[in-house]
């Protein structure tokens, strides 16, 4: 019986992880020219036993509608736009379906992202219709594309859990 406990105790012990919340937040302005707060976030879970497990990558703007979501690819982390919705900045035509619209720079692994400095590069913006605008301050603008990348300084928050529940994910930037 003594064994049996104490295997059991083993067996919860070895199915904990470490959960962890990694957030930035940048001020910088949004596709329409305003500033605006930009929010990254991705959660990860470090098992004892077994590969950790990450993401995705979300970029939430202060003010916007959208939620751009990040996926580990081939090509490495990326957002991919959604045609109608999306186009390549400078241009009038809205993107092909597949179209990279967002990398992030910094690791190609979502498994391997950390805390500290990462790079994102944004190629495209919102495109408006009449169904995108709601009523008040709120429009599918999200973080404005540039040349150069932006770079987000990722904080660390870690807890650890018996049963590998998932950490709570920030509420979006309070649109002013």
């Not at 991705?42 to 979300?58: C, H, N």
């Not at 982390?77 to 992030?104: F, M, S, W």
């Not at 979502?110 to 919102?126: F, K, N, P, V």
């Not at 219709?129 to 150069?148: K, V």
């Amino acid at each position: 019986m003594k064994k049996l406990s104490i295997s059991i105790c083993l067996l919860i012990l070895l199915n904990g992880c470490t959960l962890s919340m990694y957030t930035a937040e940048l001020d910088a302005l949004n596709s329409d020219g305003a500033p605006r707060k930009a929010q990254l976030y991705w959660s990860k879970t470090d098992r004892l036993i077994g590969a950790a497990k990450a993401g995705p990558v979300i970029l939430m703007t202060e003010c916007s509608t959208r939620r751009l979501s990040f996926d580990e690819t081939e090509a490495g982390i990326i957002y991919r736009g959604e045609p109608g919705r999306d186009r390549v900045a400078g241009q009038n035509e809205t993107i092909a379906d597949g179209t990279v619209c967002a990398k992030l720079e910094t690791q190609s692994k979502l498994a391997e992202l950390q805390a500290g400095e990462l790079m994102l590069s944004m190629l495209c913006e919102a495109v408006y219709d009449e169904f995108s605008i709601q009523e008040g301050l709120y429009t599918p603008a999200y973080l404005q594309a540039r040349e150069a990348p932006y770079l987000f300084d990722v904080q660390e928050n870690t807890s650890w859990s018996l049963f590998g529940e998932t950490p709570t994910a920030p509420e979006p930037p309070e649109c002013m």
